[in-house]
């Protein structure tokens, strides 16, 4: 098991920035593939961002720009900055980490484990 804690999510207006925080266990987590997916109320989850072992990152087309995944293998967490906020950003982001894979994915079934999520909410 990897246990994934996702932290930064809150209320925050339109063109507003926040930063979430998904921090693991294990001591391989250097070697995850990590990503972000969201899913907004009656909406299936959708892929946000993803960032591989190397460093080799890849985003959903319509985010490229406002959001930046990054890691911090020393801290073994994962980031997510968003700026730019706009009302259709809001949703529930879950933080996603492969113990398999060795390169980015935007497919769910490739990560096998998943954090409980934190409500982001862009109010207009």
């Known amino acids: 098991q990897v246990p994934l804690a996702e932290s930064g999510g809150g209320l925050v207006q339109a063109g507003g920035s926040l930063r979430l925080s998904c921090a693991a266990s294990?001591?391989?987590?250097?070697?995850?593939?990590m990503g972000w997916f969201r899913q907004a109320p009656g909406k299936e989850r959708e892929f946000v961002a993803t960032?591989?072992?190397?460093?080799?990152?890849d985003y959903a087309d319509s985010l490229k720009g406002r959001f930046t995944i990054s890691r911090d293998n020393a801290k073994n967490t994962v980031y997510l900055r968003m700026n730019s906020l706009k009302p259709e950003d809001t949703a529930v982001y879950y933080c996603?980490?492969?113990?398999?894979?060795?390169?980015?994915?935007?497919?769910?079934?490739?990560?096998?484990?998943w954090g409980q999520g934190t409500q982001v909410t862009v109010s207009s």
């Open positions: 996603a980490a492969s113990s398999w894979l060795r390169t980015t994915s935007d497919r769910p079934q490739t990560y096998d484990y």
């Open positions: 294990g001591r391989t987590f250097s070697t995850y593939t």
């Open positions: 960032i591989g072992w190397l460093g080799l990152v």
